[in-house]
């Protein structure tokens, strides 16, 4: 079984820039789920995908968008980037039944100068 | 969402076991209760959950309280490796989302 993983592992961009992350599900699971987190809080909830489709919110701005593909692997679009989207950027897969516990990958490093 | 309180911190000597708390008093019917750790430098990780009765897993227990406004994560002989920030977490039945708060860092002593 394949756990979560995560493309690329760093990232440098510059203010202004526009990036995306990438994201492989765990085998058998149809949903993916994405997480901001800063440095010494708590992950924070961007939004999820179900079925292709955006499947729930956080309180981000809608430069932050996402996309999920047939094979349920996603990616993560942030445009115009702000110093503060500096983050790592978690992804967690489950499947979409009930209150399954979510398996997150090791996280893509973003660092915006 | 729910709120949960933990500890900021704790520390406990290896090979004993380790209690950690969780305080939810405003918990809803229908809310599980997560617990999840994130080991330095790795993703979150899923520990157990329950809704209420106790819980074993090979991790750990889950001790969830009669009126469920508290919960506490049992880890029966920490080791070195179970050093990690402990996030307890409610979650309703099919919300999308885990909401972490700042957790407990759990600091294991050789």
């Keep these: ?3 979560v993983t995560q493309s690329p592992t760093h990232l440098i961009k510059t203010r202004g820039q526009q990036v995306t992350l ?8 149809n949903t993916v789920s994405w997480y901001q987190q800063a440095l010494g809080q708590g992950p924070q909830f961007i939004f999820q995908y179900y079925r292709e489709e955006e499947n729930g919110r ?13 094979n349920y692997s996603s990616e993560l679009n942030v445009n115009a980037l702000e110093l503060d989207d500096s983050a790592l950027y978690l992804c ?3 499947w979409h039944r009930g209150p399954n516990e979510q398996y997150f ?3 893509t490093r973003l660092t915006v100068t | 969402d729910a709120k949960t309180t933990q500890p900021n911190s704790m520390e406990s000597n290896e090979e004993e076991p380790v209690h950690l708390p969780c305080n939810h008093s405003t918990i809803s ?15 979150p990780e899923y520990v157990i959950h329950g809704l209420t009765s106790n819980v074993n ?7 969830i309280a009669e009126d469920r406004k508290s919960s506490t994560l049992i880890l029966h002989r920490a080791t070195l490796r179970d050093a990690a920030v402990y996030y307890c977490i409610l979650r309703y039945f ?17």
């Excluded at chain 1, 990438?22 to 699971?29: V, Y």
């Excluded at chain 1, 956080?58 to 047939?70: E, K, Y």
């Excluded at chain 2, 897993?57 to 001790?63: E, F, I, K, P, Q």
């Design chain 1, 1 to 3: 079984e394949t756990g």
């Design chain 1, 22 to 29: 990438r994201c492989s599900s765990q085998s058998g699971h």
């Design chain 1, 58 to 70: 956080g309180n981000f701005p809608p430069r932050f968008s996402g996309l999920q593909f047939p």
């Design chain 1, 92 to 94: 967690a897969s489950s």
């Design chain 1, 105 to 107: 990958g090791p996280g």
């Design chain 2, 29 to 43: 019917g229908t809310d599980y209760i997560h617990w999840y750790r994130q080991l330095p430098s790795q993703g």
């Design chain 2, 57 to 63: 897993n090979r991790m750990a227990s889950l001790a």
């Design chain 2, 94 to 110: 099919g919300n999308e989302k885990l909401t972490f708060g700042t957790g407990t860092r759990l600091t294991i002593i050789p």
